[in-house]
């Protein structure tokens, strides 16, 4: 177990009301909204999911953020737990368009959330004029109540028309892809630089369709919080983890950290620093039908970039000098 600075219960209270939120509205709120409908308040939770259908293709044409949301003061406790921060290397110009890679995505990718999805780390003053999404798996968009949620912090869906939309509208849109994925979670160990990108090439392709730049992105320290129980390949448990994802869209991932008491363990994230480094953009032209072998050129390039700005502040940020990335 790591060694650190025991935090304030009030910041993992918060912190453990972020995940916990979502499970309240999906096994307390949407009860509720339906149980409703059998009562005389029925014109209440009737008028939302009439709005609802109504509102059905806003995720995928530019969400419907709220400054209120991610201003909200519980995400400076959030980033004051572990703590998190980002750091920019190059100014990005409100003139463009981009997409940024995120890497890793670790267990729950707080480091992301927590600079892309509010304004607990300054995002807007570091990047002014520039709009942050952070694209998620589209079958949270399908569930009442959590899209909205959802939407208000800046999240949009990893579809293709979501993505294409914020990219053809307007500019000074940065569309932020979790590349690894999901799949990618189950790599997230202590001491682990370990990517899934070798082969995830679709959002080049989707960059050069409108000419927007690639930015690379690494979270130093998104993997040391959280320990995890890694099953071998030929194992039951990893055979029942990839079962899962194809039925459910995510992993069944088993890991642990601590608990409220000094040295106990819990689901509680290690407090550990948090760094997002925020790469320089690689200009990409605007192609739109790019050949493979064009898609397979910025893809390298993009790699190229990204252990770069690994390796320039990878012992900064706690790696030894020795570590590289791994690309699967």
Not at 125 to 153: C, E, N, Q, V
Not at 169 to 185: F, Q
Not at 266 to 275: A, F, K, M, Q, S
């Amino acid at each position: 177990m790591p060694c650190f600075q025991q935090p304030k219960h009030f910041q993992s209270l918060v912190l453990l009301h972020w995940p916990l939120s979502y499970l309240g509205i999906f096994w307390i709120l949407q009860p509720l909204a339906i149980y409703l409908l059998f009562t005389s308040w029925w014109p209440l939770p009737a008028l939302y999911f009439a709005w609802l259908l109504l509102d059905w293709k806003t995720p995928e044409q530019g969400g419907r953020r709220s400054a209120w949301v991610r201003n909200w003061c519980a995400w400076t406790h959030i980033r004051d737990y572990f703590p998190i921060s980002i750091l920019k290397t190059k100014d990005l110009s409100p003139e463009h368009n981009y997409l940024m890679g995120v890497h890793p995505h670790g267990i729950l990718t707080f480091g992301a959330f927590c600079n892309f999805c509010t304004e607990a780390t300054g995002f807007s003053k570091i990047f002014p004029g520039i709009t942050p999404h952070l694209a998620t798996l589209s079958w949270f968009f399908k569930i009442p109540f959590i899209r909205d949620y959802l939407m208000a912090k800046g999240v949009c869906s990893v579809s293709q028309p979501a993505i294409d939309y914020l990219l053809s509208h307007g500019t000074g849109n940065l569309v932020g892809i979790v590349i690894g994925g999901v799949g990618e979670a189950l790599q997230s160990a202590p001491n682990t630089t370990t990517l899934i990108l070798q082969k995830r090439k679709g959002f080049v392709r989707m960059a050069l369709q409108h000419g927007a730049h690639l930015v690379p992105t690494y979270t130093f320290g998104e993997t040391e919080v959280y320990d995890q129980v890694v099953f071998h390949k030929d194992s039951y448990m990893y055979k029942f983890q990839s079962y899962f994802r194809q039925v459910v869209g995510f992993y069944f991932c088993i890991f642990y950290g601590r608990g409220f008491r000094q040295g106990s363990i819990g689901l509680l994230p290690y407090p550990l620093p948090i760094v997002t480094v925020v790469g320089e953009p690689l200009p990409l032209p605007k192609i739109e039908k790019p050949s493979q072998e064009m898609v397979d050129k910025y893809h390298a390039l993009y790699m190229k970039a990204l252990t770069k700005l690994f390796d320039q502040h990878k012992t900064q940020y706690g790696c030894p000098e020795t570590q590289k990335l791994l690309f699967l």
